[in-house]
């Protein structure tokens, strides 16, 4: 159960976009349709941004979008704003009802 | 409104034992798979352990295997994880998460556990 692999951190003006990818193995990532993102401020709980991927819960803005390719998924945040500024992490299900995250990614919006 | 609750979390020594709960409310709590999450201090999150409906089916993340057991009271709407044989390395704010398919999509606001001496 190896940690998936995010950039340590990541930084955009407001109105920018950035990405934030996850790197697996095949056994995760590329083997199932099954990654979540999730954004958390400093003291606070994790809050769920999408998952299955690409899907939104209620209640999240559509600049927060999910895609995948091969062993890697992408979280992308459009139209920055100082809210965002927050840490994110990627999980996936990596079978037999297990699941592994990645290390995470700061996001500061300068 | 979902809310989960946690509670237990304080300071033990290594090779101690401690056992920490989760109160859920707003959801058929027994309809639903329920996870454990950790958080060490300055660090990502990491998958402890989770549990089917009816408490049959339990899964581990391999740090805890064998130390840590999860169990839930559906008639209490009460999520647990009975820790033991504590290290350092547990030191961490524990989470309690609902499940949305094979996604966590309600989290606690967490139980601080210090293992320290």
Known sequence: ?110 | EVQLVESGGGLVQPGGSLRLSCAASGFTFSDIWMSWVRQAPGKGLEWVANINQDGSMKNYGDSVKGRFTISRDNAKNSLYLQMSSLRAEDTAVYYCAKYLGRNFDYWGQGTLVTVSS
């Open chain 1, 1 to 110: 159960q190896s940690a998936l692999t995010q950039p340590r951190s990541v930084s955009g003006s407001p109105g920018q976009s950035v990405t934030i990818s996850c790197t697996g193995t095949s056994s995760d990532v590329g083997g199932y349709n099954y990654v979540s993102w999730y954004q958390q401020h400093p003291g606070k709980a994790p809050k769920l941004l999408i998952y299955d991927v690409t899907k939104w819960p209620s209640g999240v803005p559509d600049r927060f979008s999910g895609s995948k390719s091969g062993n890697t998924a992408s979280l992308t945040i459009s139209g920055l704003q100082a809210e965002d500024e927050a840490d994110y992490y990627c999980c996936s299900w990596a079978g037999r009802n297990t699941w592994v995250f990645g290390g995470g990614t700061k996001l500061s919006v300068l």
